[in-house]
T-cell receptor, first 115, second 112 residues
Framework: EPEVTQTPSHQVTQMGQEVILHCVPISNHLYFYWYRQILGQKVEFLVSFYNNEISEKSEIFDDQFSVERPDGSNFTLKIRSTKLEDSAMYFC?????????????FGPGTRLTVL | GESVGLHLPTLSVQEGDNSIINCAYSNSASDYFIWYKQESGKGPQFIID?????DKRQGQRVTVLLNKTVKHLSLQIAATQPGDSAVYFC???????????FGKGTRLHILP
């Protein structure tokens, strides 16, 4: 069964450093998403991406964040200058279409620890 | 505003019994609801969904009920098994928006 994959599974970084989180969405999906989950809290939407553009973003997704689809299979989330409060699980998701009622499939997540 | 929440943070159920996990939502414009299961160390896994023009939808061992009058959603798991231990999130989506709004989650414990 096709699945979303994410690397690395765990990333440790120093405050102020840049990190790039990697995702490979399901191959025939056209819509891509990043969510984050701070330990013990609910999953929060960060950004959605379609046709090489951001289609929607939350207030969390400020200028320190960016997304990119560098090739036909990868989808990345970059945090330019990490802060302690960026420590969280980051989940990538993808869906065939971007409408409501279209199932989003989530990857296993990357645990980001900012020291 | 955007708000999907769950009534109980933790639910303990005897193995073999039925589990009922509840969720309240505040946005009357919500037209699509999803239940996700999250096991420890894993990403959210789709379980079942329901559109606002339905009251009930059944899957394999799971049933979702939607009461739009009181803005309430529930997930019923029949004959709960140890593998059902996880955190369950209700989530909503509406209109053409492509983001999912998650609730806080209910941890389901299965008692032997």
């Amino acid at each position: 069964e096709p699945e979303v994959t994410q690397t690395p599974s765990h990333q440790v970084t120093q405050m102020g450093q840049e990190v790039i989180l990697h995702c490979v969405p399901i191959s025939n999906h056209l819509y891509f998403y990043w969510y984050r989950q701070i330990l013990g809290q609910k999953v929060e939407f960060l950004v959605s991406f379609y046709n090489n553009e951001i289609s929607e973003k939350s207030e969390i997704f400020d200028d320190q964040f960016s997304v990119e689809r560098p090739d036909g299979s990868n989808f990345t989330l970059k945090i330019r200058s990490t802060k302690l409060e960026d420590s969280a699980m980051y989940f990538c998701a993808s869906s065939e279409r971007g409408t409501s009622a279209d199932t989003q499939y989530f990857g296993p997540g990357t645990r980001l620890t900012v020291l | 505003g955007e708000s999907v929440g769950l009534h109980l943070p933790t639910l303990s159920v005897q193995e073999g019994d039925n589990s009922i996990i509840n969720c309240a939502y505040s946005n009357s414009a919500s037209d699509y609801f999803i239940w996700y299961k999250q096991e420890s160390g894993k990403g959210p896994q789709f379980i079942i969904d329901i559109r606002s023009n339905m009251d009930k939808r059944q899957g394999q061992r799971v049933t979702v009920l939607l009461n739009k009058t009181v803005k309430h959603l529930s997930l019923q798991i029949a004959a709960t098994q140890p593998g059902d231990s996880a955190v369950y999130f209700c989530a909503e989506n509406w209109g053409r928006r492509d983001k999912i709004i998650f609730g806080k989650g209910t941890r389901l414990h299965i008692l032997p």
